[in-house]
Nanobody
Framework: QVQLEESGGGSVQAGGSLRLSCVVS????????VGWFRQAPGKEREFVAA????????SYGDSVKGRFTISRDNAKYTTTLQMSSLKPEDTASYYC????????????????WGQGTQVTVSS
C-alpha cells in the first residue's frame, strides 16, 4: 500500500510564498510519477503539477504556471511544491498524489492520494 503524507500548508498574505512537501512510502519512489492537486470549497479538484520519475519532465496547470515549481528527491522519497506569488484564489486543500504518468495525472488520474494540507492566502 502506498502512503503519502503532506506537510507545509498554512496561511500567508497575497504575494507570499509557501513550500509543501510530501513523503511517499510503500513502494520504490523512483518508479512513481508524483504530483499535486488542489480543491477549494464548492469547486472541482484541479491539477496543479506533476513530475516524472527521473524529474526531467514537469507539467503545470495553467493557473499556477510560472509561479509554482515542483521538484523531487528520489533519495529522500520526497516531492516538493514551491509556491510563490500566491493569490487569494490559490486558497484550497492541496493533495499529493502518485500515479502512472505525467499526462494521465494532468488529466486528473492518480492511483494514490494524501490526506491533504490547507493553504489559505489572504488579500
Amino acid at each position: 500500500q502506498v502512503q503519502l503524507e503532506e506537510s507545509g500548508g498554512g496561511s500567508v498574505q497575497a504575494g507570499g510564498s509557501l513550500r509543501l512537501s510530501c513523503v511517499v512510502s510503500g513502494r520504490a519512489f523512483s518508479d512513481t510519477v508524483v504530483g499535486w492537486f488542489r480543491q477549494a470549497p464548492g469547486k472541482e479538484r484541479e491539477f496543479v503539477a506533476a513530475i516524472s520519475r527521473a524529474g526531467d519532465i514537469r507539467s503545470y496547470g495553467d493557473s499556477v504556471k510560472g509561479r509554482f515549481t515542483i521538484s523531487r528527491d528520489n533519495a529522500k522519497y520526497t516531492t516538493t511544491l514551491q509556491m510563490s506569488s500566491l493569490k487569494p484564489e490559490d486558497t484550497a486543500s492541496y493533495y499529493c498524489a502518485a500515479g502512472p504518468g505525467v499526462i494521465s495525472m494532468r488529466n486528473g488520474r492518480a492511483d494514490y492520494w494524501g490526506q491533504g494540507t490547507q493553504v489559505t492566502v489572504s488579500s
